[in-house]
């Protein structure tokens, strides 16, 4: 047995020999001992030196050969099982292993064995040390979905979206792109568009406003052909329209003029009148107006005077004015019959120098109830002018006339009036309305710009319901009007930041 450990370390010496010599060293991760060849060079800086520096790469390295190819390769157990039986302790370090992850952070390992007697092998068998790799690829997963848009539309039946990013995390080194579609669409209704209003045709003028000079007639016309519906705007323009009318110039009626100076006192003595008069001339009546009036002192008036010429003239007394009526002696509310007095005294003037005293009574009385504090009913007051008729055409059209509750008004707790403070009539002789007509849809407008340059966006184009315009009551036009489309070609991704908005579609 000796023997042939001996030869075999004659023919290993040979072999490192013969490496050295030759140049070409080579160590292989595998060996195949049927055919004794090796496969999988390790490659290293520079030529091994050694079969034993090849083999201590352990576990990686299987074989040596001293040629390329791998032809009579010698396995590194045979190698290794000769150096242990020469020398006792720890071996060499193998050679760094892999690193124990392919991505990321991981561990690398080296080992050594223990020859011979344990007691001699002081340490650790294995080593290890962090290794870095290229970074693990991060797949991608969508973020929380933003808020809901605003409706494409301001009225109507449209759509609204909404958007989420690949961002919690974004995908990198080579992961996978989230899954999914980054917009969700929905429907939106804004409720019916605004109708605005249009001018229906002009009634007939009325009559004229006077019978004689300046006079203005009118007519009107009704926002109603439609009427504004929905928000729409109020027809523009004045509902009513007027005009002068030619009449002859009217009655002009009588007025005093400035009155002249006052006359002499008619008394040498004592209290006399004076007399002024005035001339119905600012003017004069013209075009069968009234003559100046009669109650309004006619065209003299008259003034007392006193004559101081002569002295200690007789001056007759004269009444004040009556006092307020007093109190009624009867009891509130209950309709029993009372009394109340009132009085004046003879001091407008007092009698003087002989002068007559007052003549009549000093107090009056009469009888009174008294209603102090008392329930007064309403009563109603006269009825009004019959107003304009509600419609300026067809046979629903009615007038009204109005009264109120103050002849008098309810008091201290009285009854309300009975009955309606309103009644109607039919207006009539008016001419036919016009007959319904439906609104009709316009063609549609061209395709407008999509929604953003990137990812999923959409076009929209519009019509209006004016072909004719609903008119007299007619219908609207039916289905909505506007209609979108998806764009396409557009890049599926979109750049951080997002995709700009075309000009026009921002708001």
């Not at 040979?14 to 496969?39: E, I, M, Q």
């Not at 002859?248 to 040498?268: A, I, K, L, M, N």
């Not at 009036?293 to 006193?306: A, I, L, R, T, Y």
């Not at 009549?360 to 009385?365: A, K």
Request: net charge neutral.
């Amino acid at each position: 047995m000796a023997e042939k450990s001996g030869l075999f370390l004659l023919f290993l010496h040979a072999v490192c020999l013969a490496n050295v010599v030759s140049g070409a060293k080579v160590c292989w991760r595998k060996f195949d001992p049927a055919t004794r060849r090796c496969s999988e060079e390790i490659e290293a800086d520079g030529d091994y030196s050694s079969a034993e520096e090849c083999c201590s790469q352990e576990p990686l390295a299987q074989g040596y050969s001293r040629n390329l190819k791998g032809k009579r390769c010698v396995p590194c157990a045979e190698i290794r099982a000769a150096d242990d039986e020469e020398r006792e302790g720890w071996t060499e370090w193998g050679g760094w292993e892999g690193c124990t992850t392919s991505c990321g952070q991981g561990w690398q390992y080296r080992r050594r064995r223990c020859q011979g007697d344990p007691e001699n092998c002081d340490g650790p068998e294995t080593q290890v040390r962090p290794c870095d790799q290229d970074p693990c690829p991060v797949a991608g997963s969508w973020g929380e979905w933003a808020e809901w848009g605003q409706c494409s539309v301001s009225c109507g039946a449209g759509l609204h979206q909404r958007v989420r990013l690949c961002d919690s995390p974004a995908p990198q080194y080579g992961g996978r792109d989230c899954e999914g579609e980054p917009l969700q669409l929905r429907r939106c209704d804004q409720g019916p568009c605004p109708v605005h209003g249009q001018w229906g045709p002009w009634g007939p003028f009325s009559a004229c406003s006077a019978t004689c000079g300046e006079s203005t007639r009118s007519r009107r016309r009704q926002c109603d052909s439609p009427e504004p519906q929905f928000g729409g705007n109020d027809c523009a323009g004045k509902a009513r329209d007027r005009e002068r009318c030619n009449v002859g110039p009217c009655p002009v009626d009588g007025e005093w003029g400035q009155w002249g100076r006052w006359s002499s006192c008619s008394v040498t003595c004592g209290t006399g009148v004076v007399r002024r008069t005035r001339v119905c001339d600012s003017p004069a009546p013209q075009f069968g107006g009234r003559e100046c009036p009669p109650n309004d002192g006619g065209d003299s008036q008259f003034m007392e005077c006193k004559n101081t010429r002569v002295p200690n003239c007789p001056v007759d007394g004269g009444w004040s004015d009556w006092s307020q009526w007093g109190r009624c002696s009867a009891k509130a509310c209950t309709g029993q019959v009372g009394y109340q007095v009132r009085s004046r005294a003879c001091r407008n003037p007092r009698p003087k120098f002989g002068g007559k005293f007052c003549r009549g009574q000093l107090i009056e009385s009469r009888d009174c109830i008294n209603v102090r504090g008392c329930p007064v009913d309403g009563q109603w007051g006269e009825w009004g002018p019959y107003g304009a008729c509600s419609k300026t055409c067809g046979r629903d059209s009615f007038q009204t006339s109005m009264r109120s509750c103050d002849n008098p008004e309810p008091q201290n707790g009285g009854r309300e009036c009975e009955g309606e403070n309103s009644k109607t009539k039919p207006c009539r002789n008016l001419p036919a309305c016009p007959d319904a007509v439906d609104g009709g849809w316009s063609a549609w407008g061209r395709w407008g710009p999509c929604s953003q340059t990137c990812g999923i966006a959409f076009q929209q184009r519009v019509r209006t319901c004016d072909n004719p315009t609903p008119r007299h009551g007619g219908r609207d036009c039916p289905q909505s009007a506007v209609d979108h489309r998806r764009c396409r070609g557009l890049p599926l991704q979109c750049p951080p930041g997002g995709g700009e908005e075309p000009e026009g579609m921002a708001g």
